[in-house]
């Protein structure tokens, strides 16, 4: 199947700090790419959908400048936290789906292994 | 917009029990629910999917059935064994999120006693 790769893969930041997440589509080309957070023991929380060339849509109570999003090419999307304090500490995970499936007729939407971020 | 509600929180069987997991959503129109695994600090790996056009799909000891009418599909996993332990996501896509987005149940934990 489709590879979605992040990077890095943990980090540890001082409060205050920005710190940049890389999600990249290794052998796809994704349009949209969708970023999530999860903390222990919950479900995935989508806060954005990330489009190709255009602004990000973020979910409601998503503060926008805070949870920065670009998208710049068809394999890669970028969150930066800016400004992390200790309750943005979770695993933000990263999934995109091929931009092939409107005739692919795929519904898979493909994952990232996750980025588990502390902050200090 | 969409709601996914899953059901049990937790889950414990014995080996080679059956465990059944269930979902149900609010959107009549959505028509695409994937199942997904999630091993501790792991990406979520989906196992199985199903599209609103079919009833029932099955893939070894896994299966899902949708009942469109009640809106609400369900994982059955039989045999059960202890790398089955796992925590299971529902999730569900329709017209509310251009059918792009994945909105998710909260998770069943499924513990396996050999």
């Known amino acids: 199947g489709a590879v979605v790769s992040q990077h890095p893969s943990w980090v540890i930041c001082k409060s205050g700090t920005s710190v940049k997440i890389e999600c990249r589509s290794l052998d796809f080309q994704a349009t949209t790419m969708f970023w999530y957070r999860q903390f222990p023991k919950q479900s995935l929380m989508l806060m954005a959908t990330s489009n190709e060339g255009s602004k990000a849509t973020y979910e409601q109570g998503v503060e926008k400048d805070k949870f920065l999003i670009n998208h710049a090419s068809l394999t890669l999307s970028t969150l930066t936290v800016t400004s992390a304090h200790p309750e943005d500490s979770s695993f933000y995970i990263c999934s995109a789906r091929d931009m092939g499936y409107w005739t692919s007729g795929s519904n898979e939407q493909f994952f990232g292994p996750g980025t588990r971020l502390t902050v200090l | 917009g969409e709601n996914v509600e899953q059901h049990p929180s937790t889950l414990s069987v014995q080996e080679g029990d059956s465990a059944v997991i269930k979902c149900t959503y609010s959107?009549?129109?959505?028509?695409?629910f994937p199942w997904y695994k999630q091993e501790l600090g792991k990406r979520p790996q989906l196992i199985i999917d199903?599209?609103?056009?079919?009833g029932e799909k099955k893939d070894q000891r896994i299966a899902v059935t949708l009942n469109k009418t009640a809106k609400h599909f369900s994982l059955h996993i039989t045999e059960t064994q202890p790398e089955d332990s796992a925590v299971y996501f529902c999730?569900?896509?329709?017209?509310?999120?251009?059918?792009?987005?994945?909105?998710f149940g909260t998770g069943t934990r499924l513990l396996v006693s050999p």
């Open positions: 959107d009549s129109a959505s028509n695409y």
């Open positions: 199903i599209r609103s056009n079919v």
């Open positions: 999730a569900a896509r329709g017209p509310a999120t251009g059918f792009q987005k994945l909105v």
